[in-house]
């Protein structure tokens, strides 16, 4: 089959769902600007995961995380939403069937594409807090903290170590946000799929959890991932040249 004829049938999926929901890797913001961090070029490779993003390093030596969170942050701040974000926004605002989205990433691009309901499995860097009076901070007030020299930030109010509400390695998912991403997967008639390897764990067993429900299944991912054989349409290539011509076809067959 080719890409055109999977981009049909994967709008007569779409057509046909009313639960539909998304979950998204970081193939999707690669596109705007912000590189995979395992990929060639991601920063892992400028940065030693084992080093500058795990949670017990992070209390000895935060100023290595801050450090590379202030690379990240200047990505992020310029990075836009791509047309794949725009597309998924249109799905739910549009055409009310995108019920939620479950995303792997920290950048809040989905938010700034104008989906109301987003579920950060990995945490945001949208907002920090202090480790030592839990004193909540805004993501603006971390980075004037961060443009006066102080690496890492410290809490104004008790001196204690802020850190972003992200997850570091050796951190546990949060649990009420899995929680409510598993029932979202178990309530869809359509799970999306956009821009992830679908090997890291445990968020991959969210997928798996469609597959064990007999969801459908779309994916859009530049590589071949593990869940390809299960999904009902499978297609490779950049998603934000990908979903646009998803939605135009789905236009035209509701119309």
């Given at each position: 089959?080719?890409?055109?004829?999977?981009?049909?049938?994967?709008?007569?999926?779409?057509?046909?769902?009313?639960?539909?929901?998304?979950?998204?890797g970081?193939?999707?913001?690669?596109?705007?600007?912000?590189?995979?961090?395992?990929?060639?070029?991601?920063?892992?490779?400028?940065?030693?995961?084992?080093?500058?993003?795990?949670?017990s390093?992070?209390?000895i030596?935060?100023?290595?995380?801050w450090?590379?969170?202030?690379?990240?942050?200047?990505?992020?701040?310029?990075?836009?939403?791509?047309?794949?974000?725009l597309?998924?926004?249109?799905?739910?605002?549009?055409?009310?069937?995108?019920?939620?989205?479950?995303?792997?990433?920290?950048?809040?691009?989905?938010?700034?594409?104008?989906?109301?309901?987003?579920?950060?499995?990995?945490?945001t860097?949208?907002?920090?807090?202090?480790?030592?009076?839990?004193?909540?901070?805004?993501?603006?007030e971390?980075?004037?903290?961060?443009?006066?020299?102080?690496?890492?930030?410290?809490?104004?109010?008790?001196?204690?170590?802020?850190?972003?509400?992200?997850?570091?390695?050796?951190e546990?998912l949060p649990?009420?946000?899995?929680?409510?991403?598993?029932?979202?997967?178990?309530?869809a008639?359509?799970?999306?799929?956009?821009?992830?390897?679908l090997?890291?764990?445990?968020?991959?067993?969210?997928?798996?959890?469609?597959?064990?429900?007999?969801?459908?299944?779309?994916?859009?991912?530049?590589?071949?991932?593990?869940?390809?054989?299960?999904?009902?349409?499978?297609?490779?290539?950049?998603?934000?040249?990908?979903?646009?011509?998803?939605l135009?076809?789905?236009?035209?067959?509701?119309n």
């Open positions: 089959m080719n890409q055109e004829d999977k981009i049909k049938q994967a709008a007569e999926l779409i057509k046909k769902s009313n639960y539909i929901v998304a979950f998204t970081a193939g999707i913001s690669v596109e705007s600007g912000i590189p995979d961090f395992r990929s060639p070029g991601g920063l892992w490779e400028k940065y030693n995961p084992n080093e500058y993003a795990t949670y390093n992070f209390l030596h935060p100023e290595k995380y450090t590379m969170h202030k690379e990240l942050r200047d990505m992020v701040i310029t990075a836009q939403p791509n047309p794949a974000h597309a998924l926004a249109t799905l739910e605002l549009e055409y009310g069937k995108l019920k939620v989205i479950i995303t792997q990433n920290v950048d809040f691009l989905h938010s700034r594409a104008g989906n109301t309901k987003v579920l950060e499995i990995h945490g860097t949208q907002t920090s807090r202090c480790l030592s009076c839990d004193k909540r901070f805004h993501f603006t971390v980075e004037a903290f961060l443009d006066q020299g102080q690496i890492p930030p410290r809490c104004p109010q008790c001196e204690g170590l802020i850190k972003t509400n992200t997850i570091l390695f050796g546990q649990y009420d946000v899995m929680e409510q991403a598993r029932e979202e997967v178990i309530a008639d359509l799970l999306i799929i956009i821009g992830s390897s090997t890291v764990y445990p968020a991959a067993a969210l997928p798996s959890l469609a597959v064990q429900t007999g969801k459908r299944i779309l994916i859009v991912n530049r590589e071949i991932t593990p869940m390809d054989i299960y999904a009902n349409v499978a297609i490779r290539g950049m998603a934000g040249i990908i979903m646009p011509k998803i135009s076809t789905l236009k035209e067959l509701i």
